[in-house]
């Protein structure tokens, strides 16, 4: 058999393990991996380089619409060139359900947008609203039988928020069909009873939204939910978690034999409630839940170690800093006024690389597994995360030594800012495939996007291990089953 590409002689990392090693590409898949591997069309040096599966950002916002009604600042076109300069091969991103809203309709929308303009793969994950009964008993399972695998419930914010026993409802629903249920956990009540008092008093600037959003509120919702999927025996993931409790309240649950998984995110790594206590500006490090601080950074490191956390995802969420995102209201904006969420596709990569490859706190196997693997395996991704014959050539070479200052100007996304302008970095990929075909060339010089708008696919995603009960029930449940009773 002819290859079409070989990337020859680089350091080739799957999550399991580093070889030197020649990867083979034959139209859109690895076939061959292996030393002096045949001469091939397209022949890549990686000699000096790391040969990564590209990441997968199972968290992210994307041309989607607030329940404020604020549309985010990327569409599928800027979001997608972003990911794949900063490694990132397959997203995730949301179709987002409001209140009112019908789900095909919004399936359909999405669907439409992306495929237009995506230039990498992508899935989708549902935000559910509105678990009524249509929902429920139609909408979610044939949005599950399309390969959108996943729901995303809110615990807070006036619009999204659930109520206990609509999570029940979301939960069962999601353990009849085998979908995985992303849940946003914080303690809507602490949240709006701080916030109203603050803006009450006239102290609105963002610091206050650090405050208002205590760590007890992610701590107990985080429990709550658990409770919740206990009852149910239903998989859960609790995105960006940001707190020590929170952290410990997953791992000890996962210690007697609970099905869940958590994510964290660059901002609780790299970011503190500092970074927002600088005036108005903090409003560009503002997102929900806010960063906290050292002692919370190293407990979400250490979640990454010990598997409490089990994905790292950037949670791009890009409002720009002006009327159209950050400020509605101009200077006069109140931190509850203010869109949430700070842009991260682009670096999520490269910042770990450099603070936690390049630091020794993990290892370029836990890196590939907390930003590729591991999404593809929780999400049902058969073909992404990793290198292998058989899979898809979703492909990032990094050079290990390459220096950036980061600067908004060197981005692809449209926020317009980043928070993490001026780190140095070291660490950055170069040359990215996606399906074997090359769509990014910076091994020379800086080069454009060579991905044709619109080449992304979606991917239909399959039911995972991931997914299926623990077998783990509660005694009540148990009682009730003794006693013939079925839910
Ligand atoms: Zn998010």
Redesign the pocket.
């Known amino acids: 058999m002819e290859l079409d590409t070989v990337i020859r002689g680089g350091l080739v990392v799957n999550a399991d393990a580093c070889v030197r090693a020649d990867v083979g590409i034959v139209g859109e898949q690895v076939v061959a991996l292996g030393e002096s591997l045949p001469a091939a069309r397209r022949e890549i040096d990686a000699r000096g380089k790391l040969v990564m599966p590209g990441g997968v950002d199972s968290?992210c916002?994307i041309e989607q619409v607030s329940s404020f009604g604020i549309l985010c600042a990327d569409d599928f076109h800027s979001a997608t060139v972003s990911a794949a300069f900063g490694g990132t091969t397959t997203v995730i991103p949301f179709c987002a359900q409001h209140r009112g809203d019908h789900i095909p309709e919004v399936l359909s929308d999405y669907h439409r947008r992306a495929a237009e303009k995506a230039v990498i793969d992508y899935g989708f994950h549902l935000i559910v609203a509105n678990p009524d009964e249509q929902t429920l008993a139609t909408d979610l399972p044939a949005a599950i039988e399309t390969g959108v695998r996943s729901f995303k419930i809110f615990m807070t914010y006036d619009r999204m928020r659930l109520q206990d026993e609509q999570i029940l409802d979301v939960l069962m629903t999601a353990r009849r069909h085998g979908a995985l249920v992303m849940v946003?956990a914080e303690n809507h009540g602490i949240i709006s009873w701080l916030a109203g008092r603050m803006v009450g008093q006239g102290n609105v600037l963002p610091r206050y939204h650090a405050i208002c959003h205590t760590r007890s509120s992610e701590a107990e919702a985080i429990n709550r939910v658990i409770a919740l999927a206990e009852v149910v025996d239903t998989p859960i993931l609790i995105?960006?978690v940001s707190t020590i409790e929170g952290v410990a309240a997953i791992r000890e649950a996962r210690a007697r034999g609970v099905k869940v998984y958590g994510e964290t995110c660059p901002q609780y790594l790299f970011l503190t409630a500092k970074d927002i206590d600088r005036g108005l500006e903090g409003a560009m490090f503002c997102c929900s839940p806010p960063p906290r601080d050292e002692a919370a950074q190293q407990a979400c490191w250490q979640g990454l170690k010990d598997g409490a956390l089990a994905v790292y995802s950037s949670?791009h969420?890009p409002y720009r800093y002006d009327a159209s995102g950050k400020l509605p209201k101009g200077e006069k904006t109140t931190f509850k006024e203010m869109a949430n969420?700070v842009p991260g596709l682009e670096l999520r990569l490269p910042l770990l690389f450099t603070n936690g490859v390049g630091s020794g706190r993990i290892s370029l196997n836990e890196f590939v597994q907390l930003t590729a693997t591991r999404h593809a395996d929780l999400y049902g991704l058969a073909r992404k995360g990793r290198i292998a014959p058989g899979c898809d050539a979703d492909i990032a070479l990094w050079d290990p030594d390459k220096r950036v200052t980061v600067d908004a100007a060197l981005l692809h996304d449209n926020t317009g800012y980043t928070p993490y302008a001026g780190r140095e970095l070291k660490g950055w990929p170069v040359m990215v495939f996606s399906r074997g075909e090359c769509i990014i060339d910076q091994l020379g010089a800086p080069g454009e996007i060579l991905a044709q708008r619109g080449r992304g696919r979606f991917i239909a995603r399959e039911r995972t291990d991931a997914v299926s009960p623990a077998n783990r029930m509660i005694p009540e449940m148990a009682q009730l089953a003794a006693w013939g009773n079925a839910l």
């Open positions: 968290h916002h946003h995105v960006h949670d969420a969420g």
